[in-house]
């Protein structure tokens, strides 16, 4: 067990030692190679770039959320000294292929507005664009789309999901309808009756819980250079985007550019939370006007401009039931979704909910009586889209609030609740409900390790002394358990959601000359360690130093082939390609160290980074040695080519699925309403690990972003469409002070899927930790009538729900 704010330098160097060593490289808490440029300001990110003759581009903004553009006078700013030129949404209506492309069209009558990177006619959110200026500096590109005159005709906004089902106002009129698509799960042989359960079982609790709208925010707002490249049609993109590959694609399709003349770069990318997962209005504008003009285009998002034109996450309201027999079995499961698309589809929008609705049953026994379906509408605020964990942190959260409701009507304790349902481990693979194989799991263990951790026996002891009817300070104990679903593939089964892309990674891994050793990754980090996780993969298999090993990625014109990174993929599907990538290479080193030692392949030995023949220890070739043949190609065995360099595309067989425990523990002060996590616990099972130092900061990161869902952070709009929490005052990000020491425990359960043995890691920490901290704030607080608590539990919606209870109660008395 490794408490995170335990990590010493000291234990780093002991780990470095043995890695330097090259052997059992993987598993070290190895520091990350790329936080010294990162920590030191060295790294290059994309607004860091200078690029001698660009035009800086700002983008003018609705101010109204649901409006008909009626007209738009841009003389005063074409007048502004410095300004090169503008455009209004007409002006480049008929520079597009194609729409603004959403690659998730999950029903085949799924209606998709018209959307493109500057609005024509109609705006649909507060900050959909309007007009762009082009200018010689970025402040005069400011001061000039202040200078825009536009009249609006403004109509009724749609901000409350419910509202917006009516539709009551519609806001896309060629669609005639707010409702984007309406998808149910089915399952086949579905031989239980659902509705049978609920009439028929022991328990049944019916609850509705309310995603509030987030906001991504990463540290680096996005920031776009679209620079034409001299004596060609060629075009380079650089983009704060953790989607290279796919970006190269779209933009491809959407501006009629060919493939092969564009070239996607992402320099240091801070933080993308799955944000930069998206193609945006503002890329598009980049390219097309740098083509027109022939000029190199820049683009630089303001934070606050940030929080309007980045994508939202979570926004669903979800209405759970949940039936069990009299021993706490549960019998049936119906789920009704309703989810927020914003204004528009962006790249994946719709699939959202879709990537949560094989999750409702978490890690419990669930019987085929499951009803799900998700009903998805247009409302006038920012697009919603992938947030990390998407889908799944919701569908986690409704069945665990769930099962705690059910606990509390049962009477029993709820760790006890979750131990009569949870899969057992000689189930494994174990066919779930939905059809989906979960390939291995020991939730018991996981549950057992946070259980110890915390002592969760003594703090039920200590929470009923401590919470009186006249304590003012509530203890509650919060309990989670999940399981994830990442690393989406293979392809195939992807092509049956409608997903347009495919499921799989490439990788290449070469030995130089001087067999220093390249690894081209499809996979495009933004914060997530990749260049050390990948060179110790790949030192671990050659037995060298990660020091010699370096990465190569997010740049199409260097690792042309990938699927880039999210979705908890970039391991178990890139990773594992590398390790594959490694294996063939060692295999044709193999078959050249045979042929110089005149010895049979099947005879030779590889460790330490050097072949030996079995038997004969005189006779032995290091790899270095055979790097060089194969690049002087002056004695290789016949067929064989010069050069130690494989490609690898892999397309796993399964998804990857991680699972866990978390548990915490809360104090409610019921005077003021504020919750302090006195303690956190996450017990996240990946697998086996790459680098547990990497794992241990993945999960950190993830339960604050779980945390913050919980306690601090909201998109407010008004009935207007405004959004209300448009800076870092209002948005309520936690800060460093706000967060309480996380200890991460230990259960590795590898997959049998990979040659690794791994699952990701990425979201996990998000996906266990909102349900957990909420559950420890109705425990508190269910002692005095409340039953739920609305997200964020800030100390205003606590002390709210506490006064409600306390009035309830009085009316129930009178
Ligand atoms: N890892 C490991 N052993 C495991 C599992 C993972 O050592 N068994 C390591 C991997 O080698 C990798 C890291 O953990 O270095 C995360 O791996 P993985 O789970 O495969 O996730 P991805 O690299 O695909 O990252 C995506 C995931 C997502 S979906 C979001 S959102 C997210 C996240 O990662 N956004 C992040 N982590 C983030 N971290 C930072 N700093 N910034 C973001 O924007």
């Not at 493109?116 to 005069?140: F, M, N, Q, W």
């Not at 042989?189 to 990463?218: F, W």
């Not at 993929?569 to 050249?592: E, Q, T, Y």
């Not at 913050?708 to 005052?729: F, H, I, M, P």
Request: overall charge negative; proline content about 6%.
């Amino acid at each position: 067990m490794t408490d995170v704010q335990d990590i010493t330098t000291d234990n780093m160097e002991t780990s470095d030692e043995s890695i330097a060593a090259g052997n059992g490289v993987l598993g070290q808490r190895m520091l990350r190679k790329e936080d010294p440029a990162l920590l030191t300001g060295e790294a290059i990110f994309t607004n860091d770039m200078k690029v001698p003759g660009a035009l800086y581009m700002a983008v003018l903004r609705s101010p109204h959320a649901h409006a008909t553009i009626t007209s738009i006078d841009t003389s005063a700013a074409l007048a502004l000294d410095g300004v090169h030129s503008v455009y209004t949404g007409a002006d480049l209506s008929d520079q597009w292929a194609g729409p603004m492309p959403c690659a998730w069209p999950v029903t085949d009558d799924m209606k998709n507005p018209a959307h493109l990177p500057l609005a024509v006619s109609k705006v649909a959110y507060v900050g959909d664009g309007v007009a762009c200026v082009l200018a010689e500096t970025d402040s005069i590109a400011h001061d000039a789309i202040e200078l825009i005159d536009v009249d609006y005709d403004v109509h009724p906004a749609v901000v409350d999901l419910e509202k917006a089902l009516s539709d009551e106002v519609i806001i896309h009129d060629d669609l005639g309808t707010n409702v984007s698509y309406t998808w149910p799960l089915v399952i086949e042989d579905n031989e239980g009756d659902c509705q049978k359960a609920m009439d028929t079982s022991a328990h049944v609790v019916k609850e509705r819980y309310v995603h509030q709208r987030l906001i991504p925010m990463a540290m680096e707002p996005r920031a776009v250079v679209a620079m034409p490249q001299p004596f060609g049609g060629d075009m380079t993109l650089y983009s704060s985007t953790q989607v290279p590959h796919i970006l190269k694609v779209m933009t491809a399709l959407t501006l009629g550019i060919p493939e092969h003349q564009l070239r996607v770069v992402c320099p240091a990318v801070g933080g993308g939370f799955g944000s930069k997962l998206n193609v945006y209005a503002e890329e598009l504008l980049c390219v097309q006007l740098a083509r027109t003009l022939g000029k190199p285009v820049r683009w630089n998002e303001e934070r606050s401009e940030n929080a309007q034109a980045t994508i939202h996450g979570r926004a669903q309201i979800q209405d759970i039931e949940l039936a069990a027999d009299e021993q706490g079995k549960i019998t049936g499961l119906r789920v009704r979704l309703i989810g927020d698309m914003g204004a528009y589809l962006q790249l994946v929008t719709p699939g959202v909910p879709l990537l949560g609705a094989f999750l409702y049953g978490g890690v419990y026994e669930i019987p085929k009586a499951f009803d799900f379906s998700c009903t998805s509408v247009f409302t006038t605020m920012t697009p919603t889209d992938a947030y990390r964990g998407a889908g799944r942190p919701e569908a986690t959260y409704a069945i665990e609030h769930a099962m705690d409701a059910l606990a509390r009507k049962m009477d029993i304790d709820p760790l006890e609740l979750r131990r009569r349902n949870f899969i057992q481990p000689e189930q494994f693979p174990y066919e779930a409900y939905t059809g989906l194989v979960y390939d291995s799991g020991d939730h018991d263990k996981a549950a057992r390790v946070a259980e110890e951790m915390l002592d969760y026996a003594a703090m039920r002891t200590k929470q009923a002394e401590q919470n009186t009817p006249e304590s003012t300070k509530r203890l509650g104990i919060g309990v989670s358990t999940y399981f994830e679903m990442c690393g989406l593939a293979p392809s195939r089964v992807l092509a049956s959601l409608n997903y347009s892309a495919g499921g799989w990674e490439s990788a290449t891994v070469r030995v130089l000359p001087t067999s220093k050793i390249q690894v081209v990754t499809g996979t495009a980090p933004h914060g997530q360690g990749h260049e050390t996780a990948w060179s110790m993969i790949a030192a671990d298999k050659f037995g060298v130093d990660p020091a010699d090993v370096d990465v190569l990625h997010s740049d199409t014109a260097i690792a042309p082939m990938g699927l880039d990174t999210y979705g908890s993929r970039s391991l178990p599907v890139g990773g594992v390609a590398i390790s594959m990538a490694c294996d063939k290479v060692i295999d044709k080193a193999r078959k050249i160290a045979a042929h110089q030692m005149e010895a049979n392949e099947e005879d030779l030995e590889f460790s330490g980074g050097t072949f030996r023949v079995a038997g004969s220890p005189d006779k032995e070739m290091p790899l270095a040695a055979i790097a060089f043949e194969a690049f002087t190609a002056h004695n290789l065995p016949d067929d064989l080519e010069p050069n130690l360099e494989m490609q690898v595309t892999y397309d796993p067989p399964n998804f990857s699925w991680p699972f866990g425990t978390h548990m915490c523990a809360v104090e409610i002060d019921t005077e003021t309403g504020n919750v302090e996590v006195l303690q956190y616990i996450a017990v996240d099972d990946c697998g086996n690990k790459v680098n547990p130092l990497i794992v241990d900061g993945q999960v950190h990161g993830g339960v604050v972003q779980g945390l913050a869902q919980a306690l601090y952070e909201e998109a407010r709009y008004d009935e207007d469409g405004n959004l209300q929490s448009s800076t870092l005052a209002e948005y309520l990000v936690p800060a460093a002070s706000d967060v309480p020491p996380i200890q991460t425990g230990e259960s590795v359960t590898p997959s049998p899927t990979n040659s690794l043995g791994v699952k990701g890691v990425g979201e996990a920490g998000t996906i266990g930790a909102a349900p957990c901290i909420m559950n420890a704030v109705v425990d508190a607080l269910s002692g005095l009538g409340v039953q739920d608590i609305q997200m964020p539990a800030s100390p205003l919606n606590v002390w709210t729900a506490i006064q409600e209870a306390r009035n309830n109660d009085q009316e129930n008395n009178q």
